[in-house]
């Protein structure tokens, strides 16, 4: 099997409220059924949580009443996203059924936690896809915070022990540089601990989760148990089907050392 995270700068537009690329992810659920492979779908939140989220400092914690109508505000925003993207998957053949991240688990000092994951099992194991995303979730220390799609994957890795991990953005992967503002930057084929350390992670856009420092962190953890864990760029026609068949792409793999 293998777990797939459609990232929010792929599936939205990060820099536009609520700006949702249908196109786009009808495209990548179709290379995704096209590859025949069994597979488990996690999406990020993109312009649907990040820029609430972050004007009403979400992520820091309970603080005040105030906060209380954005966080209703986000996870309606974020589950509408679910919503039109479960219903593509399923138009495109893949039985998928929505798992809201805030509604069936909780979090403990901002670490998601799913103790009891038969519910997700159950569902794969009878051909259903259990699809998760990006939320805000109630937090036993801060009162709430927000799960980012890169934790759940981390999680879920440990679930379902997939033979390949894939996360689809809209760069070919990690570089020395951000591509979107220096044009010599250099696509870094593999990269480790050591590598990441010299690599500039600052991101174009407002982002509540970590970012690409964030991202490739996790990235390193889940390739642990010898996962082949893989960054692609989904904004290219065909690039997702093409890995998921096996073939070479311009991509980042990483490695533990």
């Given at each position: 099997?293998?777990?797939?995270?459609?990232?929010?700068?792929?599936?939205?537009?990060?820099?536009?409220?609520?700006?949702?690329?249908?196109?786009?992810?009808?495209?990548?659920?179709?290379?995704?059924?096209?590859?025949?492979?069994?597979?488990?779908?996690?999406?990020?939140?993109?312009?649907?949580?990040?820029?609430?989220?972050?004007?009403?400092?979400?992520?820091?914690?309970?603080?005040?009443?105030?906060?209380?109508?954005?966080?209703?505000?986000?996870?309606?925003?974020?589950?509408?996203?679910?919503?039109?993207?479960?219903?593509?998957?399923?138009?495109?053949?893949?039985?998928?059924?929505?798992?809201?991240?805030?509604?069936?688990?909780?979090?403990?000092?901002?670490?998601?936690?799913i103790d009891d994951a038969k519910v997700l099992t159950a569902m794969y194991d009878k051909g259903i896809m259990p699809v998760m995303f990006g939320d805000v979730v109630l937090d036993k220390k801060w009162g709430f915070a927000i799960c980012s799609g890169d934790q759940i994957m981390e999680k879920l890795t440990k679930v379902f022990r997939p033979t390949r991990v894939v996360f689809v953005s809209d760069i070919d992967g990690l570089y020395d540089k951000d591509p979107k503002k220096n044009k010599d930057a250099k696509l870094i084929e593999e990269v480790t601990e050591d590598v990441m350390n010299n690599v500039e992670t600052d991101i174009s856009v407002d982002d509540v989760t970590g970012g690409v420092r964030g991202k490739m962190e996790i990235m390193l953890k889940m390739c642990s148990g010898g996962n082949d864990c893989v960054l692609v760029n989904g904004a290219v026609e065909g690039r997702l089907l093409s890995l998921l068949k096996g073939e070479e792409v311009p991509c980042t793999i990483a490695r533990r050392d």
């Open positions: 099997m293998i777990l797939i995270k459609l990232g929010g700068s792929v599936i939205t537009d990060k820099t536009r409220y609520r700006t949702f690329n249908a196109g786009r992810v009808m495209r990548l659920c179709k290379e995704i059924k096209d590859s025949g492979e069994s597979v488990i779908i996690v999406h990020g939140a993109g312009s649907f949580g990040h820029m609430l989220a972050k004007e009403y400092e979400l992520n820091d914690g309970f603080k005040d009443t105030t906060q209380i109508p954005a966080v209703a505000k986000v996870c309606y925003d974020v589950r509408d996203l679910n919503g039109m993207i479960v219903k593509i998957l399923n138009d495109t053949g893949i039985p998928a059924v929505s798992v809201p991240t805030g509604s069936c688990f909780m979090m403990d000092d901002r670490e998601l936690i």
